[in-house]
Structures are given as C-alpha cells and as structure tokens.
C-alpha cells in the first residue's frame, strides 16, 4: 500500500505560478511511475505530467507543455510539479497518482494508477 500526500495548492492569480509536493510513504518510491492529474468541476481527471521512476521519460499534454515542470526526488520519496504562467482554466484539484512499474514507460491514463492522493486545490484568478 501506498499512501500519497499532497501539498502547495491555493488562490493564484493568472499568470503566477505554484509548486504542488507529493510525498508517498513507500520504502521503495524509486519503482513507481508517478502522475499529476487535474480535476476540474465537471469534467474527467485529466493527466497534466507523469514521470517514470527514473525520470527519463516524461509525458506533457500539448495544453502544459512549457508551463508545467514534474520532477522527482527518490531519496526523499516526493514528486513535483511546477505550475507556471497559470491560466485560470487551470483551476482544479490536483491529484498525485502512482503506479508501480518496472518497464520505464509512462502513463496518462487514470485507470492505469493504482493508488492517488486526497488532492490539493488550485484556483487561478482572472
């Protein structure tokens, strides 16, 4: 079982930026595939970044690239994700996900996570 925390959400104005944290419980963080899903009101979880254990390859939609950033720091077994020149349509609560995966590909899709944090909310003002 893996748990995941996540932290940094808030209020930020349009164009700003955020450093959303993910910090999981398990020994063995470094074999798992890790992903940052938005959820807007309304609408489906949507991957915004995922990255594998090693941090060789990672996966942007075309709507994040060059604004997004996921990172990882297996030694301290927590993800990132910087969030800069945020729109408001980035508004949403953000969830960690992990997946353990030995095969260094990502994954975009929710249902291919096994476990997800509770969330943290990110609201960007107009």
């Known amino acids: 079982q893996v748990q995941l925390v996540e932290s940094g959400g808030g209020l930020v104005q349009a164009g700003g930026s955020l450093r959303l944290s993910c910090a999981a419980s398990?020994?063995?963080?470094?074999?798992?595939?890790m992903g940052w899903f938005g959820q807007a009101p309304g609408k489906e979880r949507e991957c915004v970044a995922a990255?594998?254990?090693?941090?060789?390859?990672?996966y942007y939609p075309d709507s994040v690239k060059g604004r997004f950033t996921i990172s990882r720091d297996n030694a301290k077994n927590t993800v990132y994700l910087q969030m800069n020149s945020l729109k408001p349509e980035d508004t949403a609560v953000y969830y960690c996900?992990?997946?353990?995966?030995?095969?260094?590909?990502?994954?975009?899709?929710?249902?291919?996570?096994?476990?997800w944090g509770q969330g943290t909310q990110v609201t960007v003002s107009s």
């Open positions: 990255i594998t254990w090693s941090g060789g390859s990672i």
């Open positions: 996900a992990a997946r353990e995966d030995y095969s260094g590909l990502y994954y975009y899709r929710s249902y291919e996570y096994n476990y």
């Open positions: 398990r020994r063995i963080f470094s074999r798992y595939t």
